[in-house]
């Protein structure tokens, strides 16, 4: 059979295409984007745990050992109120018991500058109101020296004298006398106005009944 040149070449032409033609690809959908994981929520500060301690030595310097646990120093903090020493029969000096107990009274007093204090001077009543008045004063300028000395400004210390008009205990007793041999140092007290009169009263009972001077032994 005879084939016509223009069928041939038609042919080959359409052979060729077929055999070049390449698949058509599928689109793929594109992914989401990632999701953002939630932030975290912002840490709470937490306050510190309070330090054990069996002394104030072990606290900072502007705390206390309250409690076995170091606490922060106050205004009219309890543990800071009062503290109370005393003394050797007509003495005016310190015990090394008495220096550790004020210095807790120091150490309050400086952590609160704003602070004051009364030193109040104490004794029994063996002795003339003058003399006694006297010694209470030393026995409290005792305390408030030694309180200077540990770092207490002088401005934040008052110092007044009792004598022998506000006693703890009153009867004629060794165990008594030693209980009103003391100073103590309050914290925010002011000196008592009504004690003034009865140091007169007594001082004038006492001239009264010695005709001139007289020396007596005094707590």
């Known amino acids: 059979m005879r084939i016509q040149a223009p069928s041939l070449a038609l042919c080959l032409f359409t052979l060729a295409a077929c055999s070049h033609a390449q698949p058509v690809a599928k689109s793929e959908p594109a992914p989401p984007p990632p999701v953002a994981a939630p932030a975290p929520p912002p840490a709470v500060a937490q306050a510190p745990s309070p330090t054990a301690c069996t002394s104030d030595d072990q606290c900072a310097a502007s705390e206390l050992c309250d409690g076995s646990r170091c606490v922060a120093i106050t205004p009219g903090m309890q543990a800071c109120a ?27 007093l400086e952590a609160v500058p704003s602070d004051r204090a009364l030193v109040d001077g104490d004794c029994d009543e063996r002795g003339t109101a003058e003399y006694n008045v006297a010694l209470g004063f030393r026995r409290a300028h005792s305390v408030a020296s030694y309180l200077e000395g540990l770092g207490v ?47 007169r009263a007594d001082e004038q009972r006492d001239r009264a009944a010695h005709a001139g001077p007289q020396a007596k032994a005094d707590p």
Request: charged share 30%; glycine share 4%.
């Open 153 to 199: 400004n002088s401005s934040q210390l008052s110092e007044v004298s009792y004598g022998e008009e506000i006693p703890l205990c009153k009867e004629p007793e060794e165990s008594c006398w030693a209980m009103n041999r003391r100073a103590g140092v309050t914290r925010g007290a002011t000196p008592r106005s009504d004690v003034a009169r009865l140091i």
């Open 82 to 108: 009062v503290e109370t020493v005393h003394f050797d029969f007509d003495r005016a000096d310190l015990s090394p018991a008495d220096r550790t107990l004020l210095q807790r009274s120091a150490r309050c």
